[in-house]
């Protein structure tokens, strides 16, 4: 890959499937399958953004030196820095999002398995076999714990008579 740099972006284009989509859904793939899928991508985006700042830069020394006159050049290269630079913040700022979601996606399996410690059957083909619970089970299980803290809620906001 010693020529990423000169690659046009158009290589991005993988990850975002068309209108009519042949893979699976984006909302099928997981948070940290999403930010691994974003990694060369990142990494593409850092690499343009250090050889056009350092396009910039050798044409601001060349203006400094007074080799070149700065112009529309300069003006353009200042351009496709910001470009870039805006690219790779959006980047990162999608990474951090599947980051948090996949952090609050592992938390609400936490919470989940603490307070329903009994699985639920999720097809229709596995066994009942004790140690799981069906859906019927789990939304009464669900009712019941929603019932308990309303009834905490309502109890911690009566006020004290004494």
């Known amino acids: 890959m010693a020529t990423s740099g000169s690659v046009p972006q158009p290589q991005q284009g993988p990850p975002q499937q068309p209108q009519g989509q042949v893979g699976p859904p984006q909302g099928d793939i997981d948070p940290v399958s999403k930010f691994r ?13 250090i050889k ?12 400094d030196i007074g080799s070149k006159v700065s112009g529309e050049n300069s003006m353009m290269m200042q351009a496709r820095f910001e470009r870039n630079l805006e690219e790779l913040f959006a980047l990162c700022d999608q990474m951090e999002v599947n980051l948090r979601l996949a952090l609050e996606t592992g938390s609400q399996v936490l919470d989940g398995a603490r307070f329903t410690p009994i699985p639920m059957i999720t097809n229709k083909t596995d066994s009942h076999d004790g140690q799981s619970q069906s859906y019927l089970q789990y939304q009464a299980t669900v009712r019941a714990q929603i019932a308990t803290a309303k009834e905490i809620h309502d109890i911690l906001k009566r006020p004290e008579k004494s």
């Open 52 to 63: 056009v700042s350092a396009q910039a830069f050798r044409q601001n020394a060349n203006v």
């Open 37 to 49: 899928m974003m990694l060369p991508r990142l990494r593409e985006s850092l690499i343009t953004l």
